[in-house]
């Protein structure tokens, strides 16, 4: 999908009918302040327990937390959201119900993704079932976002594989620096870019990224901070101290459990 597609189909979900939560909030009997408190306190969990939600998705619940994650890091309805590198769209599917249809999200994904995740994705996004959802096909090095577009970023599980390397398989090696400056002109002035992923053992060297699949944090904000953003906030609610770090993120007795860092950072105001 081309950046002038995206940036059309972005103008065409912010002018999409009214936000069915919204509506349905419309029948409560509390003030307009408690009403939208308590819908704020409440989108996250809803958006979760949605009745179309699949029963894989929902199996992944108790480890990923998305109620929690997403409550962290702000997203709100009526938010514009890009979930980089979203796979097969686990959390892609709960931002679109988080955000509503006064919101949107564009779920990034390349090739490389596209052939692992396998039908998922397919299934997923089959008969518009997500309509304010948008693909964006860019493979590495190869992005380029609309100027102020979004109101949060999302790295899922994802900014080790900018370590990453395997060009047999379609990976080649990402232009770190290249990506966030793209990521910061991307998000409008005190947006935020929320990422999450796999504990690397204290000062572990980048290339964790690419053997193990993880990453040490402090290189994380590091970076970040390079590129011009602001750590906001870090949160444990993904922490698991059984995991000592030393595993692939894959290996069978820690998949879907590791130890993971939860950072919400910001672009300056």
């Not at 998305?66 to 709960?94: K, R």
């Not at 964790?208 to 970076?223: M, S």
């Not at 993904?238 to 995991?243: P, S, V």
Request: aromatic share 8%; with cysteine; glycine share 8%.
């Amino acid at each position: 999908m081309t950046y002038r597609i995206v940036a059309t189909a972005l103008i065409s979900v912010l002018t999409a009918c009214s936000d069915r939560t919204q509506t349905a909030n419309s029948n409560d009997s509390t003030s307009p302040a408690d009403t939208i408190e308590r819908t704020t306190e409440s989108i996250h969990v809803a958006a979760v327990e949605h009745t179309e939600r699949g029963a894989t998705d929902k199996k992944r619940d108790a480890g990923r937390k998305p109620a929690e994650v997403l409550e962290f890091f702000g997203i709100t309805q009526g938010m514009d959201v890009l979930d980089m590198f979203s796979g097969g769209g686990y959390y892609t599917e709960v931002l679109s119900r988080v955000v509503g249809s006064e919101g949107s999200v564009i779920a990034h994904t390349n090739q490389a993704y596209a052939g692992f995740v396998g039908e998922e994705a397919t299934i997923r996004y089959a008969n518009n079932r997500l309509p304010n959802v948008e693909i964006l096909m860019a493979e590495n090095n190869a992005f380029k976002f609309p100027d102020g577009a979004f109101d949060a970023v999302l790295m899922i599980l994802a900014y080790h594989d900018i370590y990453y390397v395997s060009p047999n398989d379609g990976w080649p090696k990402i232009d770190g620096p290249k990506l966030l400056d793209e990521i910061f002109i991307s998000l409008r002035p005190g947006g935020i870019l929320a990422i999450v992923d796999h504990y690397a053992a204290a000062g572990s060297a980048p290339e964790t990224g690419n053997t193990l699949h993880r990453i040490d944090p402090e290189i994380v904000i590091a970076e970040i901070k390079a590129a011009g953003f602001v750590l906001d906030s870090k949160s444990e609610v993904l922490r698991n101290m059984d995991d000592d770090h030393s595993l692939n993120m894959a290996a069978p007795e820690v998949r879907g459990k590791t130890d993971r860092f939860v950072l919400r950072l910001k672009k300056p105001n």
